[in-house]
């Protein structure tokens, strides 16, 4: 997916512009990162768009063990929002991602991650 596209996918998901939505996505593609392994970032990296995969790459080190509010509070700041707008965002960007990479793959690294996080990948519910 090209990098114009994945980020208008992200900026509404998350309710912001996409001018917003570009630090946005670097920001929690930096923190997933740190938080998976080389190996599983590394499978990740390819499905994104020539801009954003070099994101996900990393040497092959240990993945750094973080909680979820850990992996907000480094979104927030390297992003410079607060941290509801950093949920909201790690939530779009992880769902476009689940949509890019599929479900198997994605699946795949994000075991990796507490549950609570790995929740925020989940669609939300339609209403009735």
């Known amino acids: 997916m090209a990098e114009l596209a994945f980020v208008d996918k992200v ?3 998350a ?3 996409p001018e917003q939505a570009r630090p946005l996505t670097e920001a929690v593609l930096r923190t997933l990162a740190e938080r998976l392994s080389g ?3 590394g499978a990740l990296a390819p499905h994104l768009a020539d801009e954003l995969s070099p994101l996900l790459v990393k040497a092959p080190e240990p993945a750094e063990t973080f909680d979820f509010d850990e992996f907000l509070r480094r979104v927030a700041d390297r992003a410079g929002i607060d941290r509801p707008a950093a949920e909201r965002g790690t939530r779009a ?3 476009t991602m689940h949509r890019v990479v599929g479900h198997r793959e994605f ?3 994000l075991a990796q991650l507490p549950a609570n996080l790995r929740a925020l990948a989940q669609p939300l519910p339609h209403g009735p």
Do not use: I, K, T, Y
């Open 15 to 17: 309710g912001v512009s």
């Open 107 to 109: 699946e795949d690294a």
């Open 39 to 41: 190996g599983e970032a």
């Open 11 to 13: 900026a509404a998901r």
């Open 93 to 95: 960007v992880l769902q």
